[in-house]
T-cell receptor, first 114, second 112 residues
């Protein structure tokens, strides 16, 4: 158990809908990261927050947004969902958010768009 | 941009066999290098890391050495166990930030 929690574990929804994925980092970690894992794209970095502020951005679609709240939990919002958004979404956290820091991954949320 | 290339899989070995999984990278500056493992139905776990050239990361019998001259970070284990069956990902974070770039991953199956 990494100490990172993600909810829900599974999510099934329809095209065009909007969903919210939630992540609670390990106690004491200030940085949160979101990754998408799909069969065709592999594991891709989406976005990083550090202590409530956006720190780095990857290949995140404009239909996707995220935020980190004062209690350090984070939410990833996915809207106007398409079939291709079906994937496993991982959250990770680290203490400081630097390039040598170890990122601890949660168990993931599996999103299925029908 | 940054990239990580892993050898093609899957790999199937007998218990106690020697394991090598190749990983090479392309990056500007001085990246940190990582191996993560994903067991079925679980998230990724850090296996080992190295943050500068010639560093050797090691954990649970696995080792990898950061070779800047060959831009490689190959994973090795002298004697694999059935419990090592999993997907292994090589990854890097560039010197400027901490966003991880992953290889495609390789599935290892160890048979008794």
């Amino acid at each position: 158990d990494s100490g990172v929690t993600q909810t829900p574990k599974h999510l099934i929804t329809a095209t065009g809908q909007r969903v919210t994925l939630r992540c609670s980092p390990r106690s004491g970690d200030l940085s949160v990261y979101w990754y998408q894992q799909s069969l065709d794209q592999g594991l891709q970095f989406l976005i990083q927050y550090y202590n409530g502020e956006e720190r780095a951005k990857g290949n995140i679609l404009e239909r996707f947004s995220a935020q980190q709240f004062p209690d350090l939990h984070s939410e990833l919002n996915l809207s106007s969902l398409e079939l291709g958004d079906s994937a496993l979404y991982f959250c990770a956290s680290s203490v400081g958010g630097g390039p040598t820091d170890t990122q601890y991954f949660g168990p993931g949320t599996r999103l299925t768009v029908l | 941009g940054d990239s990580v290339t892993q050898m093609e899989g899957p790999v199937t070995l007998s218990e106690e066999a020697f394991l090598t999984i190749n990983c090479t990278y392309t990056a500007t500056g001085y990246p940190s290098l990582f191996w993560y493992v994903q067991y079925p139905g679980e998230g990724l776990q850090l296996l080992l890391k190295a943050t500068k050239a010639d560093d050797k990361g090691s954990n649970k019998g696995f080792e990898a050495t950061y070779r800047k001259e060959t831009t490689s970070f190959h994973l090795e284990k002298g004697s694999v166990q059935v419990s090592d069956s999993a997907v292994y990902f090589c990854a890097l974070s560039p010197g400027a930030n901490s966003k991880l770039t992953f290889g495609k991953g390789i599935t290892l199956s160890v048979r008794p």
